[in-house]
């Protein structure tokens, strides 16, 4: 069943601790993606990867950290240089029959730092 | 650079009745465009997109979209509302790599 995990889907963190949000697809699919989002501000890009090995900064990447060691891994960690880290994380493919431009998402990661 | 704004924060509409959620767009270059719908805790799913050609899009749900390049717009409608259209929409702009998107548009539909 093709498709893209995100675990946990829960996670509640105290102040100062890094934690590492886990997105895995077997679409096959080259590039993947990060966001953010935050009620009423829709969804703000971390980082993306087009090819293993290779990332970039997206629009609001203080505080993360990535890697791309393996095709279908992008782990997200949240730093705790990160300041109001609690929101719901989206990880997001691209690539393969869904075409070119078309973002396929995973269900979400919400992190709550307590 | 690229932005999206989308006008209304909340629409709520009487089942059957017209859906519309209004999106506009500043781009520099010509713009690929999107609308994705988002039920509560989980991902985005697509519900269609314009890149060329036709300026009429039709997606999912019954659901369409018009491009509309002299008002920079890209508004999404539904004739007719469902009880399962309660959803967020979120109206995007595709400019290189990067997906920008608009705050997003709640919709809440009365029996």
């Known amino acids: 069943d093709g498709g893209i995990t995100q675990s946990p889907k829960y996670l509640f963190r105290k102040e100062g601790q890094n934690v590492t949000l886990s997105c895995e697809q077997n679409?096959?699919?080259?590039?993947m993606y990060w966001y953010r989002q935050d009620p009423g501000q829709g969804l703000r890009l971390i980082y993306y990867s087009q090819i293993v090995n290779d990332f970039q900064k997206g629009d609001i990447a203080e505080g993360y950290s990535v890697s791309r060691e393996k095709k279908e891994s992008f782990p997200l960690t949240v730093t705790s240089a990160q300041k109001n880290p609690t929101a719901f994380y989206l990880c997001?493919?691209?690539?393969?029959?869904?075409?070119?431009?078309?973002?396929?998402f995973g269900a979400g990661s919400r992190l709550t730092v307590l | 650079a690229q932005s999206v704004t989308q006008l209304g924060s909340h629409v709520s509409v009487s089942e059957g009745a017209l859906v519309l959620l209004r999106c506009n767009y500043s781009?520099?270059?010509?713009?690929?465009l999107f609308w994705y719908v988002q039920y509560p805790n989980q991902g985005l799913q697509l519900l269609l997109k314009y890149t060329t050609g036709a300026t009429l899009v039709k997606g999912i749900n019954g659901f369409e979209a018009e491009f509309k390049k002299s008002e920079t717009s890209f508004h999404l409608t539904k004739p007719s509302a469902h009880m399962s259209d309660a959803a967020e929409y979120f109206c995007?702009?595709?400019?290189?790599?990067?997906?920008?998107f608009g705050a997003g548009t709640t919709v809440t539909v009365r029996a």
């Open positions: 781009s520099s270059v010509p713009p690929y």
């Open positions: 995007a702009v595709r400019h290189d790599y990067k997906l920008s």
């Open positions: 679409l096959n699919h080259d590039a």
């Open positions: 997001a493919t691209e690539g393969g029959f869904s075409g070119a431009n078309v973002l396929t």
